[in-house]
């Protein structure tokens, strides 16, 4: 089982961006869809983006899109979020995760990361 692990996460002000990452290891994930999620204090974990396998389809909770980009570079078994402007809302711990599916749900997601911390500043 692919085996993931997050960085890139940090404290920032509000307005500026970080870019975090999600590497593979133990395995590809080139046959598979690429999450983020994010958990923030006292809430539930959410969807943030998604990738499919074919590195074109994307998709975006509301909240996060026009502002964040996700990507992916499987030759480096990698996946990337891009986020800019970011907001004070958007602290949450980030998650990247992997599914045989397109979806938004965390129970399609098998493998997941240890999460990374981002704090945002008004």
């Known amino acids: 089982q692919v085996q993931l692990g997050e960085s890139g996460g940090g404290l920032v002000q509000a307005g500026n961006s970080l870019r975090l990452s999600c590497v593979a290891s133990g395995g590809t994930f080139s046959h598979l869809t690429i999450g983020w999620f994010r958990q923030a204090p006292g809430k539930e974990r959410e969807f943030v983006a998604g990738?499919?396998?074919?590195?074109?389809?994307?998709y975006y909770a509301d909240s996060v899109k026009g502002r964040f980009t996700i990507s992916r570079e499987d030759d480096k078994n990698t996946g990337y979020l891009q986020m800019n402007s970011l907001k004070p809302e958007d602290t949450a711990i980030y998650y990247c995760?992997?599914?045989?599916?397109?979806?938004?749900?965390?129970?399609?997601?098998?493998?997941w990361g240890q999460g990374t911390q981002v704090t945002v500043s008004s």
């Open positions: 990738i499919l396998s074919n590195g074109q389809t994307k």
């Open positions: 995760a992997t599914s045989f599916y397109g979806s938004r749900t965390e129970r399609d997601f098998r493998s």
